[in-house]
């Protein structure tokens, strides 16, 4: 989920006119140019920690030049731990003061914020998606709010995540706008799956349709898939989709009863 966040903010960075600015709660911001380097010069990051890959293929010369383009560009990145919404807002509205306008926010992740303190976790989930939202449409901007997924999407035999998967997903589920759950299918089939293939899954859209992207990761770096991925994918994709929206109706029938019960 981070690596392709961390693309995301890159594309805009090189874009648009607008600043970007990634929270990492969870990794620093090391870390994090590392990635955007890697990205940004297309190169395995494991080059940077061994002098014998650095030179070759002008891993070198690639790197230094995306190092010095990240470092003009207007993408930011705050590692505070357990940030607070206040501290996500204030940093944001400063931001924006600085250049004019913000473009793309990115929080990962929501388990590792400091929660304000409500009676039930499930409404201090709401205070901060709730702002958050709030906080997007007054800088009018994207924001994006990476979180976890429950544990009991691995004992479905398609394992495709749906927002209904969202930990405190009822929440979640009414104040975002677009839901994106990543699946790859090397993961549970390492015989059968091309190695590196991505799902990228558009599971709720309320200014669009729904769909899904096929792309390549590699080193972290994500890339269009080849044509021959592309015509193998899309003799399956209706039924999988078709399925798809079974299983999250069953789940949110259950879900729905699990309340009415309790």
């Known amino acids: ?22 929270f990492s709660m969870e990794m620093t911001k090391h870390e994090i140019i590392e990635k955007l380097v890697a990205d940004k010069a297309m190169v395995n ?14 891993n070198d010369s690639k790197t230094i030049a995306a190092a010095n383009y990240l470092a003009e560009s207007n993408l930011y990145i705050d590692d505070k731990s357990s940030a607070t919404l ?8 400063k931001l924006k003061v600085k250049h004019g306008s913000v473009g793309f926010i990115a929080v990962d992740y929501l388990t ?6 409500k009676d ?30 429950n544990r009991k999407l691995e004992d479905r035999p398609d394992k495709r995540p749906v927002p209904s998967d969202s930990r405190d997903s009822g929440q979640i589920e009414q104040d975002c706008d677009v839901w994106l ?3 790859k299918d090397s ?41 021959q991925v592309l015509a193998g994918y899309r003799s399956t994709e209706s039924s999988k989709m078709a399925l798809d929206e079974k299983q999250e109706k069953q789940e949110r029938y259950r879900n729905k009863n699990k309340g009415f019960n309790g």
């Open 120 to 149: 039930r976790h499930d409404l201090s989930v709401g205070h901060v998606t709730k702002k958050l939202k709030e906080l997007a449409k007054e800088l009018n901007c994207i924001l994006i709010l990476l979180i976890q997924l």
């Open 187 to 227: 993961v549970y089939n390492e015989s059968q799956a091309e190695e590196g293939v991505v799902e990228i899954l558009v599971r709720l859209n309320r200014h669009s349709g729904k769909g899904t992207a096929i792309v390549n990761s590699k080193w972290g770096i994500f890339t269009g898939a080849s044509n």
């Open 1 to 22: 989920k981070t690596s392709l966040t961390v693309a995301m903010a890159k594309y805009h960075a090189d874009t648009k006119n607008s600043a970007s600015i990634f």
């Open 181 to 183: 759950g990543l699946y």
């Open 86 to 93: 206040e501290h996500i807002e204030h940093e944001s509205r």
């Open 112 to 117: 590792l914020m400091n929660l304000p303190t």
């Open 45 to 58: 990051p494991d080059c940077f920690y061994d002098e014998n890959q650095f030179g070759v293929d002008g």
